[in-house]
């Protein structure tokens, strides 16, 4: 299969990024060009943003200059694509998504009344794409020119499949720190970043870790053999396999937000689906550029959602086997909401900290039904 056969829909979750579009597109196009890849779509699921978020999606991708030179039959002109666009626009549900192609550009807007949450607005954007590779990819991001040539190569010479996600390298927005490797994950309830915070020119030597790591990729040809097979991958920027996605469920949208990728990587984990790393994918990501502005979000996001893991995914055994360390990292959820809730606020009113406690760990109990009903259907079907 050529790169001019590959296909992917690009899905972008959106909430007041318009500042970071620009970059996040132009670095897709560019790449996508350079790869010759010729058959994808770019879906933009806005989750009710106030600022011209949608404006200026829609001003980059028609004029940009053309990706491929081709032309897709029946494909409307800019000045009747800008027309329908503002004319559907008007009048359309929220849940009905804008589709439109400009020569080699296929396009959709997905626009939500309100703030659905990342996990929910990627499921949209999965279940509205055309094609069966679906790329996540954070509006603060940007990747390397040749990223697409290096991901489009390990799925195209891939004859495993079980190889289900492919992740690149993601480095700190200056290009000097590492971000992501790929996930480890601890029965704990705690997942972390390989080689996060590591600098780059320090970095562990890709062949030594290659020969070290006891799940060596030997499906992909020797083109490829940098890369090698990890836990599971965050949802910064990955590929998967969209038939996959929608087999296991895609991401749980009581998540709301952060951890949605761990729980998806640990259900295909236990599916023994695996992840392939590909080290010379490298993006770039500034990271945190939506819930900076959120308060202790974050915080709550992650005391609530690691119980959702565990509750969903574990079984009694691996519960009762490490009850210990399960309840010192909840202990630690707990100690950061509170340290970063008082950090915030300074306590300037004496309900903020209970309110937050009350809330978020109110939301575990009210959704206990919801997630043992999950979990029954999840433990059905483990294989590890």
């Known amino acids: 299969m050529k790169n001019q056969d590959f296909s992917v829909s690009i ?7 318009a500042k970071f579009l620009p970059n996040c597109l132009n670095s897709l196009l560019s790449s996508l060009k350079l790869a010759k ?56 549900d929220s849940s009905i998504p804008l589709r439109s192609t400009r020569n080699d550009i296929s396009y959709q807007i997905i626009q939500n009344s309100s ?32 990223w697409f040539k290096h991901i489009s190569l390990a799925i195209r010479t891939n004859k495993n499949p079980k190889i289900v996600t492919f992740f690149g390298t993601v480095l700190n927005k200056n290009g000097t720190k590492i971000e992501s490797r790929g996930l480890k994950f601890f ?24 020969n070290q790591s006891q799940q060596k990729d030997s499906s992909t040809s020797s083109q490829n053999d940098a890369s090698y097979f990890v836990w599971g991958s965050s949802a910064s ?10 087999k296991i469920g895609m991401f749980d949208p009581d998540f709301f937000a952060y951890e949605e990728d761990v729980d998806l990587a640990l259900r295909l984990h236990n599916l023994k689906y695996k992840t392939l790393f590909i080290p010379q994918a490298i993006s770039y990501h500034i990271g945190g550029a939506t819930s900076s502005k959120m308060g202790n979000f974050r915080n709550r996001m992650d005391a609530k959602n690691w119980f959702y893991i565990i509750i969903k995914n574990y079984s009694k055994k691996e519960i009762l086997n490490n009850l ?4 010192i990292e909840r202990l630690r959820n707990l100690s950061g909401l509170i ?9 300037k009113s004496v309900y903020i900290l209970p309110t937050s406690l009350i809330t978020t760990y109110g939301q575990i109990i009210l959704n206990l039904p919801k997630m043992l009903k999950k979990r029954k259907n999840i433990l059905k079907y483990k294989q590890v």
């Open 339 to 347: 340290k970063q809730t008082i950090k915030i606020y300074k306590l």
């Open 324 to 327: 210990f360390p399960i309840i």
């Open 237 to 246: 920027i990955v590929c998967y396999h969209k038939a996959t996605l929608l």
């Open 115 to 146: 703030n659905f949450g990342f996990a929910k607005a990627v499921n949209q954007g999965i279940l509205k794409a055309k094609y069966n590779h679906v790329i996540i990819c954070n509006n603060d991001l940007t990747i390397d020119k040749n």
């Open 37 to 92: 890849i010729k058959n994808f779509e770019i879906i933009l699921v806005d989750n009710a943003s106030t600022d011209n978020s949608i404006q200026t999606f829609e001003t980059i991708i028609t004029n940009t200059p053309s990706v491929i030179p081709s032309e897709v039959e029946g494909s409307l002109s800019l000045s009747q694509n800008s027309r329908k666009a503002r004319n559907l626009n008007k009048s359309r």
């Open 11 to 17: 899905i972008i979750p959106n909430l007041n990024g």
């Open 187 to 210: 029965i704990s309830g705690k997942a972390l970043n390989i080689d996060n915070g590591k600098p780059v020119i320090l970095s562990a030597n890709e062949e030594s870790r290659r």
